[in-house]
């Protein structure tokens, strides 16, 4: 089974270290009673995929080495998960499937990480161009889709202003995409501090010992997002916006791997 993991990420042109080390996590997800932890790390060469699994049955769907892509499996009885790993602009990722959706290749796996919204704007766009990082009906950077919204007009409201350089990120210290214009509505208050959130109630509950002992942002999550202008990202080339955008977040989060993954800004 190693060998054949092995051969197909040498097909898609990445290197990959298997382990079966009991008890260390890296940003992984547990399978019944077992452990599978899946990860890219870099050293002197570059960067790498790690994979952690003990007593999990790991099989290759599907390799396109063109797109550098490749569908991994998971089993542990009945319960299985799915995984989409490739090269996006400068850098490798893993992204866990939802599990509600029936993938069986690398073009199943884009289409379920697409949110509803996203597939709804890109009907009539034709199928060669709907995993471009742009076409007519939005733009992606990273795991963000930019829909433009042409009937949105960002309030001029002293209490919700539009906000400058404002970042969004899906938490667990992952590091933000800072937009030039942003305006958000709605959304649920929440303090973070690294991979920890806490609702309004959880942290006036803390005691003052607690609240001094890390350091606490005050953030909103699960909002309506719209944005504007440039879209920086270190591990992406900048977009540029000229009109008024609907953010949207792959589906990433409603997978079992990454359930503990919110929007924040």
């Known amino acids: 089974m190693i060998d054949a993991i092995e051969r197909a990420f040498h097909k898609m042109g990445a290197r990959v270290a298997i382990t079966s080390e009991a008890h260390r996590r890296w940003n992984g997800m547990s399978v019944g009673d077992e452990f599978l932890s899946l990860n890219v790390r870099r050293d002197s060469v570059g960067e790498y995929f790690t994979i952690n699994n003990v007593g999990t049955e790991l099989t290759v ?3 396109q080495p063109k797109d550098r892509h490749l569908l991994l499996m998971s089993r542990e009885g009945k319960e299985k998960h799915k995984f989409l790993l490739g090269h996006d602009e400068r850098h490798w990722f893993v992204a866990g499937i939802p599990e509600s959706k029936p993938v069986s290749n690398v073009r199943d796996a884009k289409l379920a990480l697409k949110p509803d919204a996203v597939v709804q704007a890109e009907i009539g766009i034709k199928t060669s161009k709907r995993d471009l990082h742009r076409n007519k009906a939005r733009q ?3 795991e963000w889709f930019f829909v433009p919204d042409r009937y949105f007009m960002a309030p001029k409201n002293w209490k919700n202003p539009v906000l400058k350089n404002e970042p969004i990120s899906r938490g667990r210290g992952s590091k933000p995409h800072i937009c030039q214009e942003l305006y958000r509505s709605g ?3 929440v303090y973070v501090s690294g991979s920890t959130q806490l609702t309004e109630d959880q942290y006036t509950a803390l005691n003052d010992k607690d ?3 890390r350091n606490w942002t005050m953030m909103k999550r699960d909002m309506d997002v719209w944005v504007k202008g ?3 990202h ?7 916006l000229t009109d008024w955008c609907r953010v949207y977040s792959n ?5 079992y791997a990454m359930r503990n993954i919110r929007f924040l800004d």
């Open 61 to 63: 769907l599907d390799v």
């Open 140 to 142: 992606r950077q990273g």
């Open 187 to 189: 959304g649920e208050t």
């Open 211 to 213: 609240r001094r002992s």
């Open 230 to 232: 440039t879209i920086r």
């Open 234 to 240: 270190p591990d992406h080339a900048t977009l540029v």
């Open 251 to 255: 589906t990433e989060h409603l997978s």
